[in-house]
C-alpha cells in the first residue's frame, strides 16, 4: 500500500466572512492526482495551503512530512510549482529565466545553466530559448513556466492550469511530459485544470472541491465504475439470434443502434457465457466494451449536490 504524500486533516481558510476551504480531509498519494472545481471552488487557496504561502485557521497537515505552517521553506523547497498566470522578469532570455530560477532553488551557477539547457531540451524548447521572453507565444511561455518547475527536480509537482492556452499538438505534449515525469522519473503531480479529457487521459486520481468543502477524493479506476455494470457488443450477424441466445441463458440484453447489443453485468463474470451463446448463434463479435462513467457527469454530479449549480 503506498504511503500518502500529503495528508490534510480538517483543514479550514477563513478570509474574515468568507470560508475559502471547510474541513477539508484528503490524503494525496504518489501519482498524478486531478484538482478539480468550478470558478471560486477554493483550488487556488488550496493550493497556496499546500505551498505555504497562506496559513490556515485551523487543522493539520502534512507534505512530504513536513508540517504545514511551520515548515514551509522546506516544503518549497522540494516542491516545483507551475501558477496559471505569467510571471517572468522583462528582458531575460528563455534560458536566463530557466536558470534564474534554478539559482533560487539553491543549484550553484554553472551546474544551474547546465540544469537549465537539460530541461528546456526535455521541454522542446530549440534556438528560441535565447530569445527575451517577453517575445514568446503562449504556448512558448508555458514551456518556460513548465520548466521553471521541475529544474531544481522537486519530489512533487504543482501545475495550475498548464494547459491553458495550447494548441493541441502542444497540449498533448506537455501531458505526455508529465506522464514521463510521473511512470519514469516517479515525480508525484498536481494536476489542476478545467479541462477534464487532460485529468482523464493523465491522472490515477481524482480530487473534485466546491463551494470550499470536499465532494470526492478516489481514484479514477474506482470512479469510473459504474454501479451497475453493462456491455456493449458489436455484432456481426444477426443481433436478435445473438440476444435470445443470450436471453436463454438468464443475461438481459437491450438492442441499440446498428449493430449494437447492451448486456447487464461485469465483463469479467460474463465473458465466457458471452462467446458460448456467440458460438452457439452463430454470430460473431467484433468487440466487447464495458461501460464506464464519464468524469465529466461524476463532476457535473459532484457539483450539483454541493449547490454549486442548479440541480
Known amino acids: 500500500m503506498k504511503q500518502p504524500l500529503i495528508q490534510l486533516d480538517s483543514i479550514v481558510k477563513n478570509y474574515k466572512t468568507i470560508c475559502a476551504l471547510n474541513q477539508i480531509s484528503c490524503n494525496i ?9 468550478p470558478n471560486g471552488a477554493g483550488k487556488s487557496t488550496l493550493i497556496k495551503v499546500l505551498l505555504g504561502l497562506v496559513k490556515v485557521s485551523s487543522g493539520y497537515g ?54 537549465s539547457h537539460e530541461i528546456l531540451d526535455f521541454c522542446g524548447m530549440q534556438q528560441e530559448r535565447y530569445r527575451n521572453i517577453e517575445t514568446y507565444s503562449t504556448g512558448m511561455r508555458q514551456k518556460i513556466k513548465f520548466a521553471c518547475s521541475i529544474v531544481h527536480d522537486p519530489q512533487l509537482l504543482i501545475l495550475d492550469e498548464p494547459t491553458s492556452g495550447l494548441d493541441p499538438e502542444e497540449r498533448e505534449s506537455l501531458l ?3 506522464r514521463v515525469l510521473s511512470r519514469q522519473f516517479g515525480k508525484t503531480v ?22 470550499g468543502q470536499l465532494r470526492i477524493s478516489d481514484s479514477l479506476e474506482n470512479l469510473s465504475r459504474p454501479a451497475s455494470p453493462t456491455i456493449t457488443l458489436s455484432v456481426v450477424g444477426d443481433k436478435q439470434v445473438l440476444a435470445d441466445a443470450l436471453e436463454n441463458i ?62
Open 29 to 37: 498519494y504518489p501519482g498524478v492526482t486531478g484538482l478539480l472545481g
Open 250 to 311: 438468464g443475461l438481459e440484453t437491450t438492442s441499440g443502434d446498428r449493430d449494437e447489443l447492451t448486456i447487464e453485468g461485469d465483463l469479467n463474470v460474463i465473458s465466457d457465457q458471452i462467446w458460448q451463446a456467440a458460438k452457439t448463434s452463430g454470430c460473431g463479435i467484433r468487440n466487447m466494451t464495458p461501460s464506464i462513467n464519464s468524469l465529466e457527469e461524476i463532476f457535473i454530479q459532484a457539483i450539483k449536490e454541493s449547490g454549486h449549480a442548479d440541480a
Open 62 to 115: 502534512t507534505i512530504l512530512g513536513y508540517q504545514l505552517g511551520k515548515q514551509g521553506r522546506k516544503i518549497r523547497q522540494l516542491v516545483g510549482y507551475m501558477p496559471e498566470d505569467d510571471c517572468y522578469i522583462p528582458g531575460l532570455t528563455g534560458v536566463e529565466v530557466v536558470r534564474f530560477s534554478a539559482t533560487l532553488a539553491g543549484l550553484p551557477k554553472v551546474e544551474a545553466l547546465r540544469r
Open 190 to 211: 498536481i494536476l489542476s485544470t478545467h479541462i477534464l479529457p487532460d485529468v482523464q487521459s493523465t491522472c490515477d486520481h481524482v480530487v473534485i472541491i466546491s463551494r
Open 176 to 178: 505526455n511530459r508529465i
